[in-house]
């Protein structure tokens, strides 16, 4: 199968692009057949390996390395490439793409289909992007709109979003969620963890989307109505830690790249915790399994009661 142009966006949906003249006489019928062709054996012909090959080679040829490429894309510091790799390839199961036919002129008989393909397909999108020329003297201005999505398809998206999201996430919910991701080992230690937190009278969040859930630890300062809640690190139903310097970087003493850098020192000192010296400006994580030793939960629970001291003791005048 020849298609135009394959991309995929910050949530890993693959993106099929098929490009045409107006004068192109298979614009009318043809265009929509092929479009949904591509759309029915994008698994066969474009398999998640298939397509991470050709990235892999692109960043190759561009001198980026592939990771630095997905969390550009993502905007997520702390992107997995098996996870987005994996998500890719359950999207393209699913049928989770968005088909996009773009031309310099859509007739109005091309957009009556769009329209109604738009409307009825879940969770597969077909949208119409008209790009027109316009040229004055050495000037050429190219401007583009989209056309076939109308109010009623974006509404029945939003909702189909909002219920998708809608999952409660509580104490209850989240170990639930890891026992069945990650065992009783990793229940164990984030247990484990949650006692420690509440004898520290740090505050617990249960928050997360429709797939993942997450612990976050909040340490308070100040007094009622003049406090501020610093979070360092959060803990996820697939079994990770993530630090959260990035957030802690926003504010003093913090915004002090010494001192996260202390925390950083603090956090490798942990058996097999492994963070790369940028990771001062990231969001790092690793394995919640790394925590199960004595040694190593006593040494993290240790880096972040210095977080709440550091915070919690004025800066001097």
Same mark, same amino acid.
């Given at each position: ?17 098929? !490009?045409?003249?107006? &004068?192109? &006489? ?16 994008? @698994? ?9 090959? &050709? ?13 630095? #490429? ?31 036919? @773009? #031309? ?10 769009? $329209? ?30 989209? !056309? ?16 998708? =999201? *809608? ?18 080992? %990793? ?7 949650? =006692?420690?937190?509440?004898? *520290?009278?740090? %505050? ?7 797939? $993942? ?7 308070? &300062? %100040? ?34 790249? !010494? ?6 020192? *603090? ?5 097999? !915790? ?14 919640? #399994? ?17 977080? =709440? ?7 001097? *005048?």
């Amino acid at each position: 199968m020849s298609l135009d142009h394959l991309f995929l966006d910050n949530e890993a949906v693959p993106t099929l692009v098929e !490009v045409k003249r107006s &004068t192109d &006489t298979r614009i009318r019928r043809e265009v929509i057949g092929q479009l949904l062709d591509y759309a029915a054996n994008a @698994v066969t012909f474009w398999p998640p390996d298939s397509i991470r090959s &050709t990235l892999q080679e692109r960043c190759e040829a561009d001198g980026v390395a592939e990771g630095e #490429a997905v969390r550009e894309l993502t905007g997520r510091d702390d992107a997995n490439l098996d996870e987005f790799w994996a998500a890719v390839a359950t999207n393209l199961k699913a049928g989770r793409i968005r088909l996009v036919f @773009v #031309a310099d002129l859509i007739p109005p008989e091309l957009k009556r289909v769009i $329209e109604f393909l738009n409307e009825q397909m879940n969770p597969a999108e077909i949208v119409g992007v008209e790009v027109k020329q316009f040229a004055g003297g050495t000037l050429q201005t190219l401007a583009a709109r989209m !056309v076939g999505v109308t109010e009623q398809a974006r509404e029945q998206r939003r909702v189909r979003a909002t219920r998708g =999201a *809608q999952r409660e996430w509580n104490e209850a919910a989240f170990f639930a969620e890891l026992d069945n991701k990650m065992g009783p080992k %990793g229940v164990k230690v984030a247990r484990r963890l949650l =006692a420690w937190a509440r004898t *520290q009278s740090y %505050g617990i969040e249960w928050l997360g989307g429709s797939v $993942e859930g997450r612990m976050r630890v909040g340490i308070r &300062t %100040g007094k009622r109505g003049a406090s501020r809640v610093w979070t360092p690190f959060h803990v996820w139903t697939d079994g990770r830690v993530v630090i959260l310097f990035q957030l802690l970087k926003r504010r003093p003493p913090f915004d002090s790249d !010494v001192l996260r850098r202390d925390l950083l020192d *603090q956090l490798r000192e942990i058996d097999d !915790v492994d963070l790369p010296d940028d990771s001062i400006e990231r969001r790092p994580r690793f394995p919640l #399994a790394l925590l199960e030793s004595e040694d190593s939960f006593t040494a993290f629970t240790k880096a972040i009661e210095w977080v =709440a001291s550091t915070v919690k003791t004025p800066a001097p *005048q």
